[in-house]
């Protein structure tokens, strides 16, 4: 008999040590974790690295042009009527001139800009003040826009400031209402797998705690480490933590009630669970957590504030489910699984559980029956699924960010239908001040660009800035073509350190960041993915199986959600996606199969290796499918969320892991280890053992206070 660390947790004084100190912990942290949105910064989820032309660009900008910062919040009020403005719309215009220098530095608004077809007008002005203030000012521009307008014209408000003000309004009271999306799906996903009227309520407040913890260390990392906290991030922490929390409260209850068959003493049961179910939850916390931090290695500022956020959450609640939810279950009993209560059996200890799944049972028959035809028709129909990543392009234009019309969009398409694409959002160009003539010469050369400005000089004379307006929309693949080229034209001007900013250059930079990190992170992920692996099968071979079937998983969920995308009308993905959904897919992913395989590993020492991994899959198959099924319905509840990129990270990795559930894990992965045999295990010693059944080694027994 021996006493371990688990026993000593689930102990009958430990369990209550253990309950006090989370109380104390959730006590402190709870107060911390409701200020995390005091250290939210959303410009990262724009930002691009220093290295980048356009933030240099901005960085001169603000220093040799004092008006710079406003200028980076810019509105711009746009004023039409199909049939031609009146002499009343343009009195109109004058008026709401006047009224907006209230929230300009000077006071004074330039004038409006006509359309060439006479049906518009536009104000585009920096506004003053602080983000706080910025906002304020926005809302009652908004107002002043909407309110007593001459009957026929149209007014939206578009530009930088209003895009940002109604990213805010989308996402106001979104926070609470993702939670309790989340939330809601686990406890009734919960209820639905353990069929008790109690115990779905024990995984669900441990999970809620987990969160809580989550969000107050991110708080006290961005407040006192610089740690970049955004919506996207705090979005995500919330589904992974409630999402792989519950996933690792299923494992661990699913082992609890097993072993609460084989002993009478529910102490002991839970020192085993805890014990044979550990290694996997920490391989499968260390998979997803140091994949996260893959992510430091990436550039895009909005990619790498993600790594350390969700690493966070993974490990807020990998403690959660393996110290606080252990010793909550001891503490109730037997009875939180009423009317399904586990009793004790003295044959349970030499029966074999999997013979209770009858479903799983079938299915280990069926996939040991045929293994390489299971394997090669399941890899079949991933490949099929494949193709439709053909329905998906890379690039979310600006106007198709919402899922909803806001005015922002409407401006910018009501400038679209009445002035050259570009002139909302003209490429900026700062040189030196010297060959401010050479700079215009040069970009006027340029095919695309429809319009150059004059130039301005700085107020210490040394540089100018001109402004180049696009033929193209600036979003457009056309308009960063156009920036490209407009860069070789200045650039090659002598003694000009000319650069080129603005909104198309920001998306061209945007692009080759994501295209550089892309080529960076993925490999890191698999390679600090398979060293994982080793570590814990001690093995080559098996580790190599997974991380090509989570691979093929991720292509058949890019297909199978491109078909789904195509049909929603949201087939263009934003840029950052693919990097963000291949992380989550790969590491959560392997998750399942580390649980699986660490218990066919455990089996197949027991009970030799085709055994073993059909006793593996007929154990596992329940408590995984439902853990799959909960994380994909966590992950669905980003749909929620008012903007298109978050509806396509909830399908793609939604599908993802429903198809990794359900054929890798369920029919691949078990066939291609049968199909492959013991040298699954190689280099291990597994590789060199019988596939004969050995004596099963007697209960194991521990001791506890």
């Not at 710079?68 to 049939?83: I, K």
């Not at 399904?340 to 069926?366: C, L, M, Y």
């Not at 550089?516 to 080793?534: H, I």
């Amino acid at each position: 008999m021996t006493v371990t660390v688990e026993s000593r947790l689930v102990s009958r004084r430990g369990k209550y040590l253990v309950l006090i100190f989370w109380l104390a912990l959730i006590s402190a942290a709870g107060p911390l974790a409701l200020k995390v949105t005091e250290v939210q910064d959303n410009n990262s989820l724009g930002a691009l690295p220093a290295s980048a032309e356009t933030t240099r660009a901005v960085q001169r900008a603000e220093a040799a042009f004092p008006d710079s910062q406003g200028a980076l919040a810019v509105a711009v009020a746009v004023y039409a009527r199909e049939n031609g403005l009146t002499d009343a719309d343009r009195a109109r215009v004058e008026a709401d001139r006047a009224v907006f220098g209230r929230y300009v530095d000077g006071g004074q608004v330039p004038p409006a800009v006509p359309s060439e077809d006479g049906q518009a007008l536009l104000l585009s002005f920096p506004v003053a003040g602080d983000s706080d203030q910025r906002t304020e000012s926005v809302v009652k521009i908004k107002e002043r826009l909407t309110g007593d307008a001459p009957d026929g014209l149209q007014t939206a408000l578009t530009g930088p400031a209003a895009a940002d003000d109604d990213l805010l309004e989308a996402f106001d009271g979104m926070d609470a209402t993702l939670l309790l999306a989340t939330a809601g799906t686990v406890a009734l996903l919960l209820l639905i797998t353990y069929r008790s009227p109690v115990l779905w309520l024990i995984p669900l407040v441990t999970v809620a705690i987990a969160s809580q913890l989550a969000n107050a260390v991110v708080y006290l990392l961005g407040k006192h480490a610089g740690l970049a906290v955004d919506l996207q991030g705090q979005s995500i922490l919330t589904v992974l933590v409630f999402g792989v929390g519950v996933d690792y409260a299923l494992l661990l209850i699913s082992r609890y009630r097993e072993e609460l068959r084989r002993h009478a003493d529910r102490h002991a049961a839970m020192a085993i669970a805890v014990r044979r179910s550990y290694g996997a939850i920490a391989a499968s916390a260390a998979t997803v957590s140091l994949g996260l931090l893959c992510l430091l290695a990436a550039d895009l500022p909005s990619t790498r504030s993600l790594g350390p956020v969700g690493a966070v959450g993974i490990v807020a609640a990998f403690l959660a489910m393996t110290t606080l939810l252990p010793a909550v279950l001891v503490i109730f009993g037997r009875w939180l699984f009423w009317p399904f209560v586990p009793k004790f059996s003295p044959e349970a200890a030499e029966s074999e559980v999997a013979t209770q799944h009858g479903v799983w049972h079938r299915i280990a028959n069926f996939v040991g029956r045929r293994p390489r035809g299971v394997w090669l028709g399941t890899a079949a129909a991933l490949v099929a699924l494949t193709f439709g990543i053909g329905n998906l392009s890379i690039g979310l234009p600006s106007d198709e960010t919402f899922t909803t019309e806001v005015g922002s969009i409407t401006g910018q398409r009501m400038i679209e239908a009445h002035y050259p694409s570009g002139t909302v959002a003209p490429a900026e160009i700062l040189a030196a001040a010297g060959s401010a003539d050479q700079v215009v010469a040069a970009a006027r050369t340029v095919p695309g660009v429809a319009e150059v400005g004059t130039p301005e000089t700085s107020p210490d004379g040394r540089w100018v800035r001109v402004e180049a307006v696009m033929a193209h929309a600036p979003d457009s693949d056309a308009a960063q073509a156009t920036v490209a080229k407009l860069r070789e034209a200045v650039h090659a001007v002598p003694g000009a350190q000319a650069l080129v900013g603005g909104d198309s250059a920001h998306l061209l930079d945007e692009d080759r960041t994501i295209s550089r990190d892309n080529k960076l992170v993925a490999p890191l992920v698999l390679a600090v993915v398979f060293f994982v692996l080793v570590l814990l099968l001690r093995a080559l071979v098996a580790p190599l199986l997974l991380l090509a079937s989570v691979v093929l998983s991720y292509l058949a969920a890019l297909g199978a959600a491109g078909l789904i995308l195509d049909a929603m009308g949201y087939p263009k993905l934003f840029v950052g996606l693919p990097l963000q959904t291949f992380l989550f897919l790969v590491a959560l992913g392997v998750d399942y199969t580390i649980f699986l395989v660490t218990r066919a590993r455990e089996e197949a020492a027991r009970l030799g290796h085709r055994q073993g991994v059909l006793h593996a899959l007929s154990a596992t198959g329940g408590v995984i499918t439902s853990a799959g099924i909960v994380l994909a319905a966590t992950f669905g509840a980003l749909s929620v969320l008012p903007l298109v990129p978050s509806v396509q990270t909830a399908i793609i990795i939604s599908v993802g892991v429903l198809l990794d559930t359900f054929l890798v894990r369920s029919l691949l992965v078990p066939a291609l280890a049968l199909d492959v045999g013991p040298r699954t295990w190689w280099p291990g010693v597994l590789a060199r053992q019988s596939s004969k059944p050995l004596v099963t080694p007697p209960a194991e027994r521990v001791t506890v206070g």
